[in-house]
Every structure is written in C-alpha cells, then in structure tokens.
T-cell receptor
Framework: NAGVMQNPRHLVRRRGQEARLRCSPM?????VYWYRQLPEEGLKFMVY????????ESGMPKERFSAEFPKEGPSILRIQQVVRGDSAAYFC????????????FGPGTRLTVL | GEDVEQSLFLSVREGDSSVINCTYT??????LYWYKQEPGAGLQLLTY?????DMKQDQRLTVLLNKKDKHLSLRIADTQTGDSAIYFC?????????????FGKGTHLIIQP
C-alpha cells in the first residue's frame, strides 16, 4: 500500500513564476491537508480538503495561494507569482476521515524561489 | 488558538532513555501525536494518544499524558543513533482529522556515543 505521494520533491522557481505542488493521498483516504514548514520551524496548517470541497482554509494566505482536490487526480497546491518568502517545505497529509483519523504525511516538496 | 511548545534540543548518551516534553494550551485537544522527521525527509507518525488515556506504550516508546497540566511526554528507551532526528508534538481538536494539526517547533534529539 503506497503512502502519500508528493511531486515534485524539489522545485525551483524565479520570483513571479507559478508553483504547482501535487499530492496523491494514500489509497482509501479521502481527506487531504497541506502544511508549510519554514526553516527551523514546525509545520503550519494551511488547508484541509475533501474531494471537490475545501473544508477549512483558515491557514492559507488570502492572496496568490489556492488549493483543489478534484474528483479525479491528485490534490494541487498552487502558488501564483511566487516571492522569496514562499521558499519552504510543503507537506501534504491524508486521512481516512473517520474514527481516530490519523494523518499520514508525504515526503514533502521543497520549494526554492530565486 | 492552540499553542504547542517544545524545547528545541535534547542531548542523550547512546543506550540511555530520552524524554521529550511538550505542553499545549487547548484543553479540548482530543488527540496528541508524536512525529519523527529525519533530515530532508517527511514526517513519520510514531504514536498518538487519545485524551482520555494517561499512558500508551509501544515497544521502546512510552507516551505519558497529564491532562491537568496539559503536558505530554515521549520516552524512548535504549536510545540508538538511528533515533537521531527532530521530534514533533502535535495536537488535534476533534477526531484527529477534522481539523488541521497544530505542531510544536520540534525537538532536535542528539545522540552522544
């Protein structure tokens, strides 16, 4: 049973470009979460999605950031017009959405903005 | 909102026990988690404890929860070099997945030979 998959693992963008980060949840999981980790910091919650629905985006910056989890395909975190401050590791987690509902994390995408 | 605090570094000798501590502020936290992160890697779930439990043991790992003091600890028995990593404490409000987790900044566990 494959774990949470994220790609790319490393992404380099110049200021002003767009970054697209992909996350495929574990098999049988219908809930996806995105977190951002700045250097020497813990993870900060950004957004929580179920298929075709954003449940909680309270941690997401209001501008330039968007997330989706379509009926088919991976969840996408999109950052438009990236700035140097967007450089971070972005982690995706998934859960079944029931009971103890533990979140399992992917390996992360490390975004570097030049 | 919820705040989770951890000390930044812990240094122990190989073979000794490591105890990593965590405090949280929201008494309605229902699940508390410990994750391990090795350099350049994602987070690996180590264990979790539900708020109605005081203790949970899993092989070399023992989790203790003091709800009154909002204090959580992770004890690693017989610490090995492979245990060297950053350990994150995280709290959830309900069901573990209904909300995003709130993480501490992580404790760097350093193993001395």
């Amino acid at each position: 049973n494959a774990g949470v998959m994220q790609n790319p693992r490393h992404l380099v963008r110049r200021r002003g470009q767009e970054a697209r980060l992909r996350c495929s949840p574990m098999k049988g999981h219908s809930h996806v979460y995105w977190y951002r980790q700045l250097p020497e910091e813990g993870l900060k919650f950004m957004v929580y999605l179920q298929k075709e629905n954003i449940i909680d985006e309270s941690g997401m910056p209001k501008e330039r950031f968007s997330a989706e989890f379509p009926k088919e395909g991976p969840s996408i975190l999109r950052i438009q017009q990236v700035v140097r401050g967007d450089s971070a590791a972005y982690f995706c987690a998934s859960s079944r959405g029931d009971g103890a509902d533990t979140q399992y994390f992917g390996p992360g995408t490390r975004l570097t903005v030049l | 909102g919820e705040d989770v605090e951890q000390s930044l570094f812990l240094s122990v000798r190989e073979g000794d026990s490591s105890v990593i501590n965590c405090t949280y502020t929201d008494s309605s936290s229902t699940y508390l988690y410990w994750y391990k992160q090795e350099p350049g890697a994602g987070l690996q779930l180590l264990t979790y404890i539900f708020s109605n439990m005081d203790m949970k043991q899993d092989q070399r790992l023992t989790v203790l929860l003091n709800k009154k003091d909002k204090h959580l600890s992770l004890r690693i028995a017989d610490t090995q070099t492979g245990d060297s990593a950053i350990y994150f404490c995280a709290a959830a409000y309900s069901g573990g997945g209904a909300d995003g987790l709130t993480f501490g900044k992580g404790t760097h566990l350093i193993i001395q030979p």
